[in-house]
């Protein structure tokens, strides 16, 4: 099932194989490609990374419920800061994965990082939690979503059925899954589509909003900063929910192999992608804000829907569909993107060879997409997902923290490795400083919940030694594993 590390090379898009020890070859390598080779393709061109960033960035939250910031901020003037300042922090991480996505052009986004900066061990540990737990209920959550809010003009006068809602949710998650499986070009061109969609929902929030404020509708904005004081607990815990919020700018390092000139567009789709994000976000709050007061934000359901409802009449029906398509972009970005994380890991030797396999005449990395199917589907019909992200939320700020660290540490190890876009060292600095700070903060605030994620991650060191370092495994172990 798993065997030794065995590393690509990477050049012009084709794969040699080599032996190492679980450790990245040099990214400058000037070793020919062999030709006839299985390889993905450059087809993830300016607008469709745009697309892969946007789109997943812009899930179900924004439209359903940001009341978490203004709840741990307690004013309105202090939730649009935070919703601010995380933008310009977010787009800090995602300037530091765009130097180390024009240095090292591997996909595979967090693993590959971890591995080129600290060797094996995390970046094994990183996928190993990734594969078995975070990406199916992440997945499984967004589908859930997705499912309610398709099905929500439907039954406006009664509730959901919580069977109709994982069913029809279980055809959302299998679509994606074969749409990814069977085509690239499709999977993106749906993405552009998807992603044309989220931004539409959030103009129809955002000029009526404007419209608004043109009529003086501001009386929610009078001492905007006066209310509940914000805590010292409360004000870290808002940052932690506004960049939940606006993770899912890491994406597009995930596919960097198949990214037309990467030096040039990956920088740019990551900057454009966060600059139309965060004037989305603040100004979508702000429209909230012109016909919905504080308190009603807090008790509402779904902030969306409630505006839509004041402002729109009949057309509010539009609104629960528009976030169902937002979902099912969430969903197709997340799949397309992290199963070449799974790819990329296969090839390297820490997950089963059969994952680092191309569909020969699609050109798709089909085994890495549905190996997260079945997985899903048992998150999906069993187990509290929540509870679980919850427990696992540390985990991702803990390792996107560990692979800004790596830039600082690699800017030192190897000063002479090729740049095209380089970051200012504060930059970094200052950004695995707050996702380090979060996640002592998570330790601190929520032991428990916390522990029990600290201690699903430490799994992945004995996994990692069992499957990947024990050479004189018995027989017997072997045939469990299918050797």
Same mark, same amino acid.
């Given at each position: 099932m798993f065997r030794k590390a065995a590393v690509t090379t990477v050049s012009n898009g084709n794969y040699l194989q080599g032996q190492t020890n679980g450790r990245l070859p040099s990214m400058d390598s000037g070793q020919p490609a062999q030709e006839g080779k299985v390889v993905l393709k450059k087809k993830v061109t300016l607008l469709r990374g745009i697309s892969i960033i946007i789109g997943t960035i812009i899930g179900a939250g924004i439209f359903i419920s940001p009341k978490g910031i203004l709840k741990n901020t307690g004013s309105v003037g202090m939730s649009l800061t935070v919703w601010t300042v995380c933008g310009i922090l977010s787009l800090f991480g995602a300037l530091c994965y765009a130097e180390l996505g024009t240095c090292i052009k591997k996909s595979g986004g967090h693993y590959t990082y971890i591995l080129e900066a600290f060797g094996p061990l995390p970046a094994f540990v990183r996928v190993w939690v990734e594969l078995l737990i975070i990406r199916p209920a992440a997945t499984a959550v967004i589908s859930l979503a997705f499912g309610r809010y398709i099905l929500e003009p439907f039954f406006m006068q009664c509730e959901i059925p919580e069977l109709a809602i994982k069913l029809i949710t279980a055809v959302?998650?299998?679509?994606?899954?074969? @749409?990814?499986?069977?085509?690239?070009?499709?999977?993106?061109?749906i993405q552009i589509f998807l992603t044309f969609c989220k931004l539409v929902a959030i103009l129809i929030i955002i000029v009526p909003g404007v419209i608004q404020l043109i009529k003086g509708e501001t009386q929610h904005f009078k001492n905007a900063f006066a209310g509940n004081d914000a805590s010292v607990m409360g004000l870290p815990l808002a940052f932690y929910s506004g960049m939940y919020a606006y993770s899912g700018w890491f994406y597009l390092n995930f596919v960097t192999e198949e990214v037309e000139n990467p030096e040039k567009n990956i920088p740019l789709a990551i900057c454009i992608s966060m600059i139309i994000v965060t004037v989305g976000y603040v100004l979508t709050n702000v429209a909230y804000f012109t016909t919905i007061s504080a308190g009603e934000l807090l008790l509402s359901k779904a902030v969306a829907v409630t505006f839509a409802e004041r402002l729109m009449g009949d057309f509010s029906l539009a609104v629960p569909v528009f976030v169902a398509l937002s979902c099912f972009g969430s969903m197709n970005g997340g799949i397309f993107a992290v199963s070449r994380m799974f790819f990329v890991a296969s090839r390297e030797g820490h997950l089963p060879e059969i994952l680092s396999m191309i569909h020969v005449r699609k050109h798709t990395p089909l085994p890495a997409v549905i190996v997260l199917?079945?997985?899903t589907m048992i998150m999906l019909f069993n187990g509290d997902l929540y509870s679980l992200l919850?427990?696992?939320?540390?985990?991702?700020?803990?390792?996107?923290?560990? /692979? /800004?660290?790596? @830039?600082?540490?690699?800017r030192y190890k190897r000063p002479d490795m090729p740049r095209p876009f380089k970051v200012p060292l504060f930059i970094p600095a200052l950004f695995s400083f707050t996702c380090l700070f979060m996640v002592a903060l998570s330790l601190y605030s929520d032991p428990v919940n916390t522990g029990i994620g600290f201690a699903i991650? @430490?799994?992945g060191v004995p996994a990692y030694y069992l499957f990947i370092v024990w050479d004189k495994k018995p027989k017997w172990f072997r045939k469990l594993l299918g050797k």
């Amino acid at each position: 099932m798993f065997r030794k590390a065995a590393v690509t090379t990477v050049s012009n898009g084709n794969y040699l194989q080599g032996q190492t020890n679980g450790r990245l070859p040099s990214m400058d390598s000037g070793q020919p490609a062999q030709e006839g080779k299985v390889v993905l393709k450059k087809k993830v061109t300016l607008l469709r990374g745009i697309s892969i960033i946007i789109g997943t960035i812009i899930g179900a939250g924004i439209f359903i419920s940001p009341k978490g910031i203004l709840k741990n901020t307690g004013s309105v003037g202090m939730s649009l800061t935070v919703w601010t300042v995380c933008g310009i922090l977010s787009l800090f991480g995602a300037l530091c994965y765009a130097e180390l996505g024009t240095c090292i052009k591997k996909s595979g986004g967090h693993y590959t990082y971890i591995l080129e900066a600290f060797g094996p061990l995390p970046a094994f540990v990183r996928v190993w939690v990734e594969l078995l737990i975070i990406r199916p209920a992440a997945t499984a959550v967004i589908s859930l979503a997705f499912g309610r809010y398709i099905l929500e003009p439907f039954f406006m006068q009664c509730e959901i059925p919580e069977l109709a809602i994982k069913l029809i949710t279980a055809v959302g998650i299998t679509l994606v899954m074969v @749409l990814n499986s069977t085509s690239v070009s499709w999977s993106a061109r749906i993405q552009i589509f998807l992603t044309f969609c989220k931004l539409v929902a959030i103009l129809i929030i955002i000029v009526p909003g404007v419209i608004q404020l043109i009529k003086g509708e501001t009386q929610h904005f009078k001492n905007a900063f006066a209310g509940n004081d914000a805590s010292v607990m409360g004000l870290p815990l808002a940052f932690y929910s506004g960049m939940y919020a606006y993770s899912g700018w890491f994406y597009l390092n995930f596919v960097t192999e198949e990214v037309e000139n990467p030096e040039k567009n990956i920088p740019l789709a990551i900057c454009i992608s966060m600059i139309i994000v965060t004037v989305g976000y603040v100004l979508t709050n702000v429209a909230y804000f012109t016909t919905i007061s504080a308190g009603e934000l807090l008790l509402s359901k779904a902030v969306a829907v409630t505006f839509a409802e004041r402002l729109m009449g009949d057309f509010s029906l539009a609104v629960p569909v528009f976030v169902a398509l937002s979902c099912f972009g969430s969903m197709n970005g997340g799949i397309f993107a992290v199963s070449r994380m799974f790819f990329v890991a296969s090839r390297e030797g820490h997950l089963p060879e059969i994952l680092s396999m191309i569909h020969v005449r699609k050109h798709t990395p089909l085994p890495a997409v549905i190996v997260l199917h079945p997985l899903t589907m048992i998150m999906l019909f069993n187990g509290d997902l929540y509870s679980l992200l919850n427990f696992l939320s540390f985990a991702r700020w803990l390792f996107i923290g560990l /692979v /800004v660290a790596g @830039l600082i540490y690699l800017r030192y190890k190897r000063p002479d490795m090729p740049r095209p876009f380089k970051v200012p060292l504060f930059i970094p600095a200052l950004f695995s400083f707050t996702c380090l700070f979060m996640v002592a903060l998570s330790l601190y605030s929520d032991p428990v919940n916390t522990g029990i994620g600290f201690a699903i991650t @430490l799994t992945g060191v004995p996994a990692y030694y069992l499957f990947i370092v024990w050479d004189k495994k018995p027989k017997w172990f072997r045939k469990l594993l299918g050797k």
